[in-house]
């Protein structure tokens, strides 16, 4: 499937490695008349959250840009308000999966004007009062940014509350002064998040006993739902919609403590086994390591139920297994990923209803 045009293609391609491109789509364009309408550039949609991006690329001053793109925003909403299903939002991902989204369905929208310009993130003038709804401005450099990374919309959006709450300490700040203001914001939310999760500094030193960043992209993995014609659709887009609402520390904590657990049960031969506990900001995990050979399997599955439950006895934890199966496997590679039925709110849904409070101070 091909963009539209090179900027949509960069962010494209920035939201398959960082928010998953399940929730990724490519608007279809509607009529109004004899005339195709564009309802945005890129829509990020799950659940009864949305997220419209509109992208100008210039030499236009700020203003302008913005100006823009949030003409266009508005043009849309006044359409997909009437509530015609001819105006609703719809697209396809690059799994072949469609999305239709009425007006009536949203609880959360976000409008995302990204411009070419350095400048801080800052609020525009609202398009509607009908739902929880907030127009923001970012610098397109923000999103390579994390995509260096290999942020979530997590990231984003938790990037845009810190920033915006900054803002709103200094309400008469110039926006196109706050440029570098924004990078060592970026900065030291990537540095802390690392040191966090890497109190020995093994990974920030480089020397990770077992290839860290493996075992991080295999994990990353698990935000990439499956497409329509796999058999266990509907498991991974579940595993998906959870890894893709984690942060960048509950990653590189994870990561750290699958690291550990690892090298604490002697691999290959997985001679030991393991269960360890990670409390990450939004969600907990479980880390649990066997050999499937061993006749302590039973003993390491219940431990790994034990240590996932809360003070009620409910299980709360993500459980996540490896170890060695008859020597014929890459132990970096999770054996399974088990969900609890109950798992809390989705960590995006409440920073975007943060982000859409801080807005009606603008």
Not at 124 to 152: C, E, N
Not at 173 to 182: A, C, H, N, T, V
Not at 349 to 360: G, V
Request: with cysteine; proline share 5%; net charge negative.
């Amino acid at each position: 499937m091909r963009m539209q045009s090179n900027q949509e293609t960069v962010l494209e391609e920035f939201m398959q490695r960082s928010f998953g491109a399940q929730f990724l789509y490519i608007p279809q364009k509607f009529y109004k008349g004899t005339a195709p309408k564009e309802p945005a550039d890129l829509a990020w949609v799950s659940n009864e959250t949305v997220a419209l991006f509109y992208l100008q690329s210039s030499r236009d001053s700020l203003a302008e840009q913005t100006e823009h793109n949030r003409n266009q925003a508005a043009g849309y909403h006044r359409l997909w308000a009437t509530k015609e299903t001819r105006y609703a939002l719809r697209g396809k991902n690059r799994f072949g999966d469609e999305c239709f989204v009425p007006y009536a369905r949203v609880r959360s929208y976000l409008t995302i004007l990204v411009v070419s310009n350095e400048c801080g993130v800052h609020f525009a003038p609202p398009i509607t009062d009908k739902i929880p709804h907030a127009v923001l401005v970012i610098p397109d450099k923000l999103l390579h940014w994390i995509a260096d990374f290999g942020g979530t919309i997590v990231d984003l959006f938790t990037l845009l509350n810190i920033c915006l709450t900054a803002n709103s300490s200094n309400p008469s700040s110039d926006p196109e002064e706050q440029f570098e203001d924004l990078a060592a914001t970026v900065l030291a939310y990537v540095t802390h998040s690392f040191a966090n999760a890497d109190p020995e500094r093994r990974y920030l030193s480089g020397t990770p006993a077992f290839d860290f960043h493996i075992l991080h992209e295999h994990l990353s993995r698990m935000r990439m739902a499956a497409n329509n014609a796999a058999l266990d659709k509907d498991a991974r887009q579940q595993m998906a919609d959870v890894f893709g609402d984690l942060m960048l520390n509950e990653y590189a904590s994870l990561t750290a403590t699958v690291e550990r657990a690892i090298s604490a049960s002697s691999p290959p031969e997985f001679k030991n086994w393991v269960v360890m506990k990670m409390e990450g900001k939004h969600y907990s995990f479980v880390v649990g390591t066997v050999n499937l050979q061993s006749t302590n399997v039973a003993q390491v599955t219940q431990a790994v139920i034990e240590t996932s439950k809360n003070e009620k006895g409910g299980r709360e934890c993500i459980s996540i297994l490896y170890g060695n199966i008859a020597n014929a496997n890459d132990f970096r590679v999770p054996i399974t990923i088990a969900l609890p039925k109950t798992l809390p709110r989705k960590h995006y849904e409440i920073l975007s209803e943060r982000i859409i409070e801080l807005s009606r101070a603008y």
